[in-house]
C-alpha cells in the first residue's frame, strides 16, 4: 500500500518535482539530486535521495549537520528547505523498500555509531520521511544557528531527544497516529506552534510522562542532556 500511495504521490507531485529540478540544475548545470548515506532497519546502509540544496561537494568539510546560515546552502536550496520541498525524492526511497512514510528520521552512519544499545532499538524498524520529533525539530537549523560545532551540538542537544520520541512513536505507532503525524507535518510548515500543541495533546493520550508531553511544546530553551539509557520514559 506504501509503495501504490507513493506512486500517486510522484504523479500528483510531477509538476513541482520537474519545476524543482530544472531550477536545482541551473543554478549550477550539476545533478540537482543528493544522495545520502543513512543507516536503516537492521544497521542497513542505504542512499537517501533528496533534492540538492547545497553546493556540489558539501560534504567534503566532513560537517552533517546544518544550520539555518550554513554557507553551503545555495538560493535554492533555503527555499526548498523552509517548505520541506527537498524530502520530496524520497517517495522514491519508498518505492525501493528503504524507508516508510512514518518512522524514525535515519541518522548518518557517523551518529549512528555512538547510539548506546536503548538507541539501537530504532534501528529495529523502518525508517521514515516524517516523525514526531522531525514536527518538534523543525527548525533544527535555527537550533544550530551560529553553532562552531554543529555535529557536537545536534548531538548534545537534539539527538538525545530524537531517540526519546523515537522510541516512543515506535512502542505507540498505529495507522491513527501516522496519519496525524502526516497531517501536523504539512500543518507544520505553515502554523508550527499549533502544530506542536496538537501534537503534545495527541501523544498524551499515550503516555503520562509530562516531561517529554511538556518538551513536545518546544516553549523552554534547550538544554545539554543524555540519551535515554531505559526506556522507563515510556
Same mark, same amino acid.
Given at each position: 500500500?506504501?509503495?501504490?500511495?507513493?506512486?500517486?504521490?510522484? %504523479?500528483?507531485? &510531477?509538476?513541482?518535482?520537474?519545476?524543482?529540478? $530544472?531550477?536545482?540544475?541551473?543554478?549550477?548545470?550539476?545533478?540537482?539530486?543528493? $544522495?545520502?548515506?543513512?543507516? @536503516?532497519?537492521?544497521?542497513?546502509?542505504?542512499?537517501?535521495?533528496?533534492?540538492?540544496?547545497? %553546493?556540489?561537494?558539501?560534504?567534503?568539510?566532513?560537517?552533517?549537520?546544518?544550520?539555518?546560515?550554513?554557507?553551503?546552502?545555495?538560493?535554492? =536550496?533555503?527555499?526548498?528547505?523552509?517548505?520541506?520541498?527537498?524530502?520530496?525524492?524520497? +517517495?522514491?526511497?519508498?518505492?525501493? @523498500?528503504?524507508?516508510? $512514510?512514518?518512522?524514525?528520521?535515519?541518522?548518518?552512519? &557517523?551518529?549512528?555509531?555512538?547510539?548506546?544499545?536503548?538507541?539501537?532499538?530504532?534501528?529495529?524498524?523502518?525508517? =521514515?520521511?516524517?516523525?514526531?520529533?522531525?514536527?518538534?525539530?523543525?527548525?533544527? =537549523?535555527?537550533?544550530? +544557528?551560529? &553553532?562552531? /560545532?554543529?555535529?557536537?551540538?545536534?548531538?548534545?542537544?537534539?539527538?538525545?531527544?530524537?531517540?526519546?520520541?523515537?522510541?516512543?512513536?515506535?512502542?505507540?505507532?498505529? %495507522?491513527?497516529?501516522?496519519?496525524?503525524?502526516?497531517?501536523?507535518?504539512?500543518? &507544520?510548515?505553515?502554523?508550527?506552534?499549533?502544530? +506542536?500543541?496538537?501534537?503534545?495533546?495527541?501523544?498524551? /493520550?499515550?503516555?503520562?510522562?509530562?516531561?517529554?508531553?511538556?518538551?513536545? +511544546?518546544?516553549?523552554?530553551?534547550?538544554?545539554?542532556? /543524555?540519551?535515554?539509557?531505559?526506556?522507563?520514559?515510556?
Amino acid at each position: 500500500m506504501e509503495r501504490f500511495f507513493s506512486t500517486i504521490f510522484i %504523479i500528483i507531485l &510531477s509538476p513541482i518535482i520537474i519545476v524543482i529540478t $530544472f531550477l536545482i540544475f541551473v543554478q549550477d548545470f550539476e545533478n540537482p539530486f543528493f $544522495f545520502a548515506e543513512r543507516v @536503516g532497519k537492521n544497521s542497513k546502509i542505504f542512499r537517501l535521495i533528496k533534492f540538492r540544496s547545497m %553546493i556540489i561537494d558539501a560534504r567534503k568539510v566532513n560537517i552533517f549537520s546544518t544550520s539555518s546560515n550554513d554557507k553551503r546552502i545555495t538560493f535554492i =536550496g533555503k527555499i526548498i528547505r523552509k517548505y520541506k520541498i527537498d524530502e520530496i525524492p524520497q +517517495l522514491l526511497n519508498i518505492l525501493y @523498500g528503504d524507508i516508510t $512514510f512514518v518512522g524514525p528520521r535515519p541518522n548518518v552512519i &557517523s551518529d549512528v555509531n555512538k547510539y548506546n544499545q536503548v538507541e539501537k532499538k530504532l534501528l529495529e524498524v523502518k525508517p =521514515g520521511i516524517t516523525d514526531i520529533a522531525s514536527i518538534v525539530f523543525a527548525d533544527e =537549523g535555527q537550533i544550530l +544557528l551560529n &553553532s562552531k /560545532n554543529p555535529d557536537e551540538d545536534y548531538n548534545k542537544y537534539i539527538r538525545p531527544w530524537k531517540s526519546r520520541l523515537g522510541l516512543f512513536y515506535i512502542k505507540n505507532r498505529n %495507522i491513527r497516529l501516522d496519519l496525524i503525524i502526516i497531517i501536523l507535518t504539512l500543518f &507544520s510548515i505553515f502554523n508550527r506552534k499549533k502544530a +506542536l500543541i496538537c501534537l503534545s495533546k495527541t501523544c498524551s /493520550n499515550y503516555t503520562k510522562n509530562y516531561d517529554l508531553i511538556n518538551f513536545i +511544546l518546544r516553549d523552554k530553551e534547550l538544554t545539554v542532556i /543524555n540519551p535515554p539509557e531505559d526506556l522507563k520514559f515510556l
